[in-house]
């Protein structure tokens, strides 16, 4: 687990106007270990968990957004947790501040349309080999990949695809078209999700 792999995208590196960035919140699962910038969806039980890790990436239904707070109730990544304000209640977890199942747990909503930034996009179908993104990515179609406790873009043919690459950035942050700069980040907008299938998730 890594924080930060997958991130909103506010910019406006392609002259575009981004759609407003919206949060819910949703009970954390039992035995959760996601961290703020990892993909998590609605499970059957209606809890927040991670989005499932599988050989060619989560589908749809399993991609609900990006996680906007630990959720991380065991303590392997995020010891110090979250600052939790439970209404007339709080019930400690394995430290002052980790989460617990139950906890309404903020996520930024992937609704189509809404662009993500990431500095690990693969192409191999694993997500093992990061590569550096270049022009001729712009417009690929990229679905998540998670890989030695990593999340990313990948564009594999296998992979599930969930959105389409918008921009390519450098290491300041400018499109590599205006820079001339090589690309060191990815910004992706949503194309599917869970906000626009009626396939139920897979677990």
């Known amino acids: 687990m890594a924080k930060g792999d997958i991130m909103p995208y506010r910019g ?3 002259n575009s106007v981004n759609p407003v960035l919206d949060t819910l919140s949703a009970p954390l699962a039992a ?6 910038g990892e993909p998590v ?4 039980a209606g809890s927040l968990a991670e989005s499932p890790a599988t050989a060619t990436g989560p589908i749809a239904s399993d991609f609900a957004g990006i996680a906007a707070q630990s959720g991380d109730t065991v303590g392997a990544t995020d010891p110090i947790g979250n600052f939790r304000i439970p209404l007339g ?3 400690p977890g394995l430290s002052a501040n980790a989460p617990v199942a139950g906890d309404m747990t903020m996520f930024w909503k992937a609704s189509v349309g809404q662009k993500l930034r990431s500095r690990r996009f693969s192409t191999d179908g694993t997500g093992a080999a990061i590569v ?3 022009a001729a990515n712009r417009g690929d179609m990229v679905g998540l990949m998670f890989n030695a406790g990593n999340w990313g873009f990948d564009g594999n043919a296998a992979t599930t695809k969930l959105g389409i690459i918008t921009d390519i950035l450098d290491a300041a942050g400018e499109d590599i078209q205006r820079s001339g700069l090589a690309g060191v980040e990815v910004i992706v907008e949503v194309a599917q999700s869970r906000w626009n299938t009626v396939a ?3 677990a």
């Open 12 to 14: 406006n590196a392609g």
């Open 200 to 202: 139920a998730p897979s």
């Open 89 to 91: 209640l709080f019930t």
């Open 132 to 134: 550096a993104p270049v």
């Open 31 to 36: 035995a959760a270990t996601f961290v703020q």
């Open 41 to 44: 969806f609605i499970n059957l």
